[in-house]
């Protein structure tokens, strides 16, 4: 075989000289065959690739003696695949009008069968012939070349067919491949078609020049292990091309860190990689592990020797323990423990207001004397319907024998009370006071008129157990309103007593959002993290609801009067009383 490869690069391009002398001229060696009838032999072994009727991608099925389809094979034109005898016979393609007659050769009664056609190599940068493998044995009428499904004839290049023969006028790497070359002959006044595979190796030169190069390891750099651990010696290794590769490479150990005093490398295990990285270059990566590695390991050097025919090259390493990581000096704590406590302090500070209303809420629960206190509840609201009738429809009741009423109410069972869709400033008051009989402080009702405003609002707040505000975007957009709980807020952060909660109306979400007016900044603060209840229109009015549970359990537990016979007759007389003074 090697005195064919020897014929190839030397004589062949002698022909060459006469078929390149015009360029990009292509000769059309026969026609594609469209008949409805075709015919082709191929040899048992070889490669072969079922042919494409109008430039179009078919599949071809073996069919019966009555031209029906059994399913034993099935290919798709274009695609490669080895020929075995089992594949005679006729095939057609799913339209029914076009049918194939696959004949399988045995290439053993073969007269003219050499295998050593069936490979060629080229020489990339010159010029390269094919020959058409049993071309001589043939009286042929023709020869047409084929890439994989491509037509030779059609590709724009320097090429041309004498005598069966393929002459690429200039070779790359591209031209690797399978080709197939078609010889058309006529057999007892019937066309044939043999087609014979032939695999094309182009390569970048004959011999090798250069020795390896090795970029892995690095002789300047230690590789760093673990006692009692394995450790992965690698080797990486860039090889130029050769004809018949054959890479050494090997790791060996220098006892002492003497290269003089070197034997192979014993390990666990061993491995070896080859890729083709480049038309001209292939990369080895060989590596042997260490099982467990011992402080002995660290008195030696490891080398990597890879060679070729041309020569060899070798890179040493040094193995060395690998450093374990070490806590902070001494001097580092007292800047850690520096640097939390100010942080800590800075968070403290800008967050001093928040830290103070969540633990005065939440935590904290001062002794209340019941005696001091004038009011159970302050409750600050601003109102979203008409005054009047909301007035009207509080305080139109006129005595005990009210229609309206009866006589008897158990602890949430007011559904006479919220018959009907009313706002929470209406609504809660009258649960509050009537239903459940806490003493309600009200400003619009309670609050004495040509006093002053500021230390009436002050001094109402310091004699109610808990203040209660319904937040609504009415609520912040009203100066008076927003004085109320800021009064609160002041309070609350001095008193041990007061206990504040919020209920935010559907109009109002937990995210605060800035009115139109700017709101104090303890305001603002505060808003986001004071306790609060949401009230949902349609669902905060359920007699047995979620809101009214949570309210009950927010309110002072030790003033609780279920109202019983004659609903508050008397309380708001009292009211009346103060009002009329």
Not at 15 to 43: A, W
Not at 330 to 336: D, E, N, R, S, T
Not at 418 to 442: A, H, K, N, S, T
Not at 546 to 551: A, H, S
Request: with cysteine.
């Amino acid at each position: 075989m090697q005195t064919g490869y020897v014929l190839l690069f030397w004589v062949f391009p002698i022909f060459l000289e006469g078929c390149c002398v015009k360029s990009n001229q292509h000769y059309k060696t026969g026609p594609r065959m469209t008949m409805p009838q075709q015919r082709y032999r191929v040899v048992e072994g070889e490669m072969f690739l079922m042919p494409c009727t109008n430039n179009t991608v078919v599949t071809w099925y073996q069919i019966t003696g009555d031209r029906k389809e059994d399913g034993s094979f099935s290919f798709d034109c274009g695609s490669e695949f080895l020929i075995e005898a089992k594949h005679s016979g006729n095939y057609t393609l799913l339209t029914g009008k076009i049918f194939l007659y696959l004949q399988v050769l045995d290439k053993q009664r073969l007269p003219c069968y050499i295998a050593e056609e069936g490979g060629v190599m080229l020489l990339a940068g010159a010029g390269g012939t094919i020959p058409c493998p049993g071309f001589n044995c043939t009286e042929s009428t023709g020869v047409t070349w084929y890439k994989g499904d491509e037509r030779m004839s059609k590709m724009y290049r320097d090429l041309c067919v004498k005598n069966g023969q393929l002459h690429l006028c200039t070779v790359s790497h591209y031209d690797t491949g399978q080709y197939f070359c078609d010889t058309h002959f006529v057999e007892q006044g019937v066309e044939w078609t043999f087609r014979r595979p032939v695999t094309i190796t182009a390569i970048p030169f004959k011999e090798v020049s250069a020795p390896p190069r090795i970029t892995l390891p690095d002789n300047s750099t230690a590789q760093e292990v673990e006692f009692g651990e394995p450790h992965t010696m690698t080797c990486l290794v860039h090889f130029p091309f050769e004809l018949n590769f054959s890479p050494r490479v090997q790791w060996y150990i220098n006892y002492g860190g003497n290269v003089e005093n070197r034997t192979l490398l014993r390990t666990e295990s061993q491995q070896q990689v080859t890729r083709k990285v480049t038309f001209k270059e292939f990369m080895v990566n060989h590596t042997d592990i260490i099982r467990e590695v011992t402080p002995l390991h660290l008195n030696h050097t490891y080398t990597c020797m890879a060679s070729n025919a041309v020569g060899n090259r070798n890179a040493t390493v040094k193995l060395k323990r690998k450093n374990k990581k070490k806590w902070p000096s001494l001097v580092g704590y007292p800047i850690a423990s520096l640097l939390l406590v100010a942080g800590v302090g800075i968070v403290l500070h800008v967050k001093w207001l928040e830290l103070q209303l969540i633990y005065k809420s939440h935590f904290q629960s001062g002794k209340l004397d019941e005696d001091e206190k004038e009011f159970d509840v302050f409750l600050s609201y601003v109102w979203t319907t008409p005054h009047e009738q909301a007035g009207l429809t509080l305080f139109s009741r006129s005595g005990p024998e009210s229609d309206d009423y009866p006589s008897t109410l158990e602890p949430f069972n007011f559904q006479h009370v919220i018959d009907d869709l009313r706002p929470p400033e209406m609504l809660i008051p009258m649960v509050l006071e009537d239903v459940w009989g806490y003493r309600l402080c009200l400003l619009e009702r309670d609050m004495l008129p040509g006093g002053a405003y500021t230390n009436d609002v002050m001094h109402a707040i310091r004699r109610s157990q808990i203040l209660i505000c319904v937040v609504s975007a009415e609520y912040l957009s009203n100066s008076n309103a927003v004085f109320v709980l800021e009064s609160g807020i002041q309070i609350l952060l001095q008193s041990s007593t007061l206990k504040l909660l919020l209920i935010r109306t559907s109009r109002t979400s937990k995210c605060f959002v800035e009115p139109d007016s700017p709101l104090p900044p303890m305001v603002r603060r505060a808003l986001t993290v004071l306790p609060s209840l949401d009230w949902n229109l349609g669902q905060s009015e359920k007699v047995n609801g979620k809101f009214w549970t949570l309210l009950r359990k927010a309110l002072p537990k030790n003033k609780v009067r279920l109202v019983t016979g004659v609903i508050s007759h008397a309380h708001f007389g009292h009211n009346d009383h103060r009002n009329q003074e």
